[in-house]
């Protein structure tokens, strides 16, 4: 009678397993179909890069007289507090063809509770779990709107490596 317990409990198991697959391509499929479908929908669109800028939309330079480019390895001997306050007010811009929107971005780590987890789930499992960066998240506007629009944006992972 075990036997019988076992091969059952192998077999939900399998069904399981295969039915956790199938669910997961169908989801991959739908989303790439629905992206699909809306990109086609829009007739006309752009990327459109940002760039990090001063306040009033300069180029920012470095102490070595290139210009500062987001994400480029540079030696720095500014003090951990100077690169603080770099970081906590930050203005990018993205450029189209008919537009240049200056983006007025603040530091907000009160977005998300300090608790927050980002957890990858495979197969009705945790793969894995981490504690989300909070400093990292901006709250602004388009810097000659303040009242009229808004802006949010995740640097986490950083912005677009030129």
Not at 8 to 24: G, N
Not at 70 to 88: G, I, M, V
Request: one cysteine or more.
């Amino acid at each position: 009678m075990e036997t019988v317990w076992r091969i059952l409990a192998c077999i939900v198991v399998i069904i399981v397993m295969v039915a956790t697959e199938v669910a997961e391509s169908q989801t991959a499929e739908k989303f790439t179909q629905s992206h699909a479908t809306f990109l086609s929908s829009l007739g006309q669109y752009e990327i459109a890069i940002p760039v990090r800028v001063g306040p009033q939309g300069e180029t920012l330079h470095t102490g070595d007289g290139g210009a500062d480019r987001p994400n480029h390895h540079r030696r720095s001997h500014r003090s951990a507090e100077d690169q603080q306050q770099d970081l906590s007010q930050l203005y990018y811009q993205l450029s189209t063809p008919t537009t240049d929107f200056l983006l007025n971005l603040t530091l907000q780590g009160g977005l998300l509770s300090r608790q927050f987890r980002v957890e990858y789930w495979r197969r009705g499992r945790l793969a894995w779990s981490h504690p989300y960066a909070l400093q990292c998240l901006y709250v602004g506007h388009l810097q000659d709107q303040p009242h009229s629009s808004k802006v949010a944006l995740s640097n986490c992972n950083g912005l677009v490596r030129t």
